[in-house]
């Protein structure tokens, strides 16, 4: 049986209030709050980040054999994305990283060929939705990443979702474009697309549950995503599934995050479907696709570590309008006084690429010291070549000391600087994202997260930081800063 083995899903910390956009451009922004990511995301680390959540059980690095990267926002062109993913997962070289990018019907493709592959393949779907102030895309889009592992019993992990039937109709017709380099997408007419895609999106479904031989009333949970709101709803009023098996589509808590939409409603299902129901994915854009799947026996054990809904309940207050305009950079903040940051240099990035990207350790296999970043030479008992590779990217720490930095060159000061001490031994000096100032405190448990620590002559430097433990297990729980006791130091 082929289907799928592993999902995870990535929703940005902080959140933007569209209610604010409304107060500073004097408009009417809507209710309800998007996704943003943050200054030091892309969707490449968010790529990473839900990816991680997907491979985190049963061995799964081992056995991926491809993986594909969909974005209609890549980092970076010409240059392979997906690649900076496979070095962050720690994936084996021979492992296929491909991109499929330059539009949002590229998530579609991606999980089609992800389901239709003999080998275990690994599909993420981020994006990232800008667009000019105050426009639909910036108050109506969101940002976030989803990940899917494809494969069957043979690879050694369990279905926890039956590919029942998959069908794509495909169409060529104007209905949103962006030039290369344009800051925002143009839309033709509303209602003139809304009639195709409803049209295309009945024919899909009909062939999905043809070659599935179920009904319309077999469906369970009925995902529709795609950037066209009106065609969305109109597919959900009208395609004839029972009314209680309609899905939220989650805009109003995250918005819509383009590419990564189908993959972030996807594992809301996931996240909380009965063993043995069905769950259709409609997927709208320059056509219409449909993924039909059955969930087994196995899903309630091997669901995703970090649930959509609850990545949704831990958002942040909403950050300032001007504070998301300056992290998209449609406003420039005056910079520190300091000499502008340099891009990171290719010959020793690609010989750390272990430490660099999967943020891996040494162990001295004599004395059991661990070395932070790793080195030949033991600094506790000075053995040389003694050292064992240590994944670190799952291990928790305390933070030991702080600083609040307020001139460091950053897209949002201050930055906050934290010395971490590990579960386990050693210790390390990096950046905490994801937090505000309160959140620096000695005694504070964070976790590492992969992203962009700044992007330099066109060069984006990735590296992994510390974000406070805010979705962590039951023992966790007991863990609290020790107020007592702080230390803050201005530059």
Aim: with cysteine.
């Amino acid at each position: 049986m082929a289907g799928l083995i592993a999902y995870g899903a990535h929703v940005p910390y902080h959140r933007l209030a569209r209610a604010d956009v409304g107060t500073v451009l004097g408009t009417r922004a809507g209710k309800g709050t998007r996704a943003v990511a943050g200054y030091d995301e892309d969707t490449t680390s968010m790529a990473v980040e839900a990816a991680r959540g997907a491979l985190d059980r049963d061995g799964l690095r081992s056995r991926v054999g491809q993986l594909f990267l969909a974005t209609a926002a890549p980092a970076y062109l010409d240059k392979t994305n997906a690649t900076a993913v496979h070095a962050a997962l720690g994936l084996d070289e021979h492992v296929l990283a491909a991109d499929m990018t330059g539009s949002v019907r590229s998530g579609l493709g991606a999980l089609v060929t992800a389901a239709r592959s003999p080998v275990p393949t690994l599909t993420i779907l981020s994006d990232l939705r800008t667009g000019l102030p105050g426009g639909n895309d910036e108050v109506a889009g969101g940002d976030g990443a989803a990940a899917f592992v494809f494969g069957g019993h043979r690879n050694g992990a369990p279905v926890i979702a039956e590919l029942l039937a998959h069908d794509t109709v495909s169409d060529e017709f104007l209905d949103r474009w962006r030039l290369p380099g344009a800051p925002a997408s143009r839309v033709w007419e509303e209602r003139f697309a809304e009639e195709i895609y409803v049209s295309l999106a009945d024919n899909a479904l009909g062939a999905a549950l043809e070659q599935a031989a179920l009904d319309i009333g077999s469906i369970d949970h009925f995902v529709v995503a795609g950037l066209h709101a009106r065609a969305c709803a109109s597919v959900r009023r009208t395609a004839g599934v029972r009314p209680e098996a309609v899905t939220p589509d989650l805009t109003g808590a995250i918005g819509n995050a383009g590419t990564a939409q189908p993959g972030l409603l996807l594992a809301d299902v996931l996240d909380r479907a009965r063993p043995g129901e069905v769950v259709a994915l409609v997927v709208l854009g320059d056509g219409a696709g449909v993924l039909l799947l059955r969930t087994t026996d196995a899903l309630p054990a091997h669901r995703g570590a970090r649930p959509v809904a609850a990545q949704i309940a831990a958002g942040s207050a909403p950050v300032p309008y001007a504070t998301y305009l300056s992290w998209r950079g449609l406003l420039d903040r005056e910079p520190p006084r300091r000499p502008d940051p340099e891009p990171p240099y290719a010959p020793p990035a690609h010989r750390r690429t272990g430490w660099k990207y999967c943020f891996v350790a040494s162990r001295c296999e004599k004395c059991g010291t661990r070395q932070l970043p790793p080195d030949r030479v033991c600094a506790s008992c000075r053995s040389v070549d003694t050292m064992t590779d240590e994944p670190m990217q799952h291990v928790r720490g305390t933070v030991a000391t702080f600083t609040v930095d307020r001139l460091a060159h950053t897209p949002s000061p201050p930055m906050l600087v934290v010395v971490v001490d590990y579960d386990g031994g050693g210790r390390f000096r990096c950046q905490l994202t994801d937090a505000t100032e309160a959140d620096a405190v000695i005694g504070a448990r964070v976790e590492m997260t992969f992203r962009r620590t700044v992007t330099a002559s066109g060069v984006h430097n990735y590296f992994w930081k510390a974000r406070p433990v805010r979705m962590g297990d039951s023992s966790e729980s007991s863990d609290s800063p020790e107020t007592g006791e702080t230390e803050e130091t201005h530059r």
